[in-house]
Structures are given as structure tokens and as C-alpha cells.
């Protein structure tokens, strides 16, 4: 079965702290896709991010980075001194290669980062 | 920003009445999509539509349909709405089928009484 899970529900940070949010991910295809979407208080979901299964070299985009491990069948998201605006949900997703365009989605994990 | 119009932004409803969400795009994309959201279960995908007039079901299709007419409106018809039919609702649009990055509008929150 294709699950995601982020197994914590919120997250409460001073701003300038790091902070990582977790997702762990089920799949029993080799070629998958994994992705991670940000949903700021507007509610309207931002893509942030998309992965293949093939490319496990770790990411960095500005204060955000992610580190994939197969090993572990984590992908795991990094804000570096976080900000007030990056209060939000995120939430991580996985595409396998059998299904069409369809998505699970984890539940989503609720950052608040106070000043 | 990608051109995704939902209309209505809110409605309040009673069970048993049909209901319809629309949802209209100017990218000219192929594939559109319409998930719910819930506390504790993250984005489940209703139905998705892979061009005009062809659609398929999602995960929790059960009391719900979609018609596409034209390439830019997908609509959710809600046929006797249901109070476990309370929701906020993502229509979502996406160029290919490949591992291509999802759209999404803005959501309409829909309560049913």
C-alpha cells in the first residue's frame, strides 16, 4: 500500500530557530515521486519541491532543504532560521509509477513560528 | 500564479440537498482534480478529470460526481449532501501525467446543517 506519514501533528518554534519536519513514506514501486506543499494561513496549497526516486542528492533552496534517504524511506524538510511567514501546514506527498497523476498525501504538520 | 477560480469560497447547506462546486481554469490544462481536506486525513482525491468528458474516480468517490464540458470547468455535484460531506474542497490542475506539479485554487469550505 502507498502511505505517507507525518507523524508530528504541530510544531512550535521562536523565530530564527532550525526546525525539521518529518515524512516517511510506504511504496512498494522502485519509481516514485515525492513532493512537499506548503499551506499558508490563505489556504490555497504552494508546490514546494518535487523528487524522483532516482535522485537521492539532498536539495537546498535558499533557507529550505531536504534530505532524501531511501535507506530509511524518509524525506525530510529543514528550514534554517525560520521566519513568521513560514508558519503554515506543510504537507508531504507521494506519486508511484503504476497510479496516474494521483497523490497521497500525508496529514500535514502545522508549524507556528512565533517572534 | 496559476488561474484557478472556485466558486463558491463558502456555502452553508442542509442535508439532502444537491450542491455544486465549480471550478474554472485559464491555463489550459489537461488534468483537474477535486480533493477534500479533513482534519487528520490530510488531501483525499474525490474524482479527476484527464480531459473533456473523461473522468474517473478517486479514493472517496461515494456521493459524489463530476462533468467536464469544457476544457476549463470541472464541476463537483454533491447529489443529497451529507453532514460527513462538510469539507473544505481543492480543485487542482496539472499540465501532463507525468510527475508534474499540482495547481491548486484557493478551496471552498462547505458546511452541511
Known amino acids: 500500500a502507498q502511505k505517507v506519514t507525518q507523524a508530528q501533528t504541530e510544531i512550535s518554534v521562536v523565530e530564527k530557530e532550525d526546525v525539521t519536519l518529518d515524512c516517511v513514506y510506504e511504496?512498494?514501486?522502485?519509481?516514485?515521486?515525492l513532493f512537499w506543499y506548503k499551506q499558508p494561513p490563505s489556504g490555497e496549497l504552494v508546490f514546494l519541491i518535487r523528487?524522483?526516486?532516482?535522485?537521492?542528492q539532498n536539495e537546498i533552496s535558499g533557507r529550505y532543504s531536504w534530505n532524501f534517504q531511501k535507506s530509511t524511506s524518509s524525506f525530510n524538510f529543514t528550514i534554517t532560521a525560520s521566519q513568521v511567514v513560514d508558519s503554515a501546514v506543510y504537507f508531504c506527498?507521494?506519486?508511484?509509477?503504476?497510479?496516474?497523476?494521483?497523490?497521497?498525501f500525508g496529514t500535514g504538520t502545522r508549524l507556528l513560528v512565533s517572534p | 500564479d496559476a488561474g484557478i477560480t472556485q466558486s463558491p469560497r463558502h456555502k452553508v447547506t442542509e442535508t439532502g440537498t444537491p450542491v455544486t462546486l465549480r471550478c474554472h481554469q485559464t491555463?489550459?490544462?489537461?488534468?483537474m482534480y477535486w480533493y477534500r481536506q479533513d482534519p487528520g486525513h490530510g488531501l483525499r482525491l474525490i474524482h479527476y478529470?484527464?480531459?473533456?468528458?473523461?473522468?474517473d474516480k478517486g479514493e472517496v468517490s461515494d456521493g459524489y460526481s463530476v462533468s467536464r464540458s469544457k476544457t476549463e470547468d470541472f464541476l463537483l455535484t454533491l447529489e443529497s449532501a451529507t453532514s460527513s460531506q462538510t469539507s473544505v474542497y481543492f480543485c487542482?490542475?496539472?499540465?501532463?501525467?507525468?510527475?508534474?506539479?499540482?495547481?491548486f485554487g484557493s478551496g471552498t469550505q462547505l458546511s452541511v446543517l
Open positions: 487542482a490542475i496539472s499540465e501532463s501525467t507525468e510527475n508534474e506539479k499540482l495547481f
Open positions: 511504496t512498494r514501486d522502485t519509481t516514485y515521486y
Open positions: 523528487r524522483n526516486s532516482f535522485d537521492e
Open positions: 506527498a507521494l506519486r508511484w509509477n503504476t497510479g496516474f497523476q494521483k497523490l497521497v
Open positions: 491555463e489550459n490544462h489537461r488534468y
Open positions: 478529470s484527464y480531459g473533456v468528458k473523461d473522468t
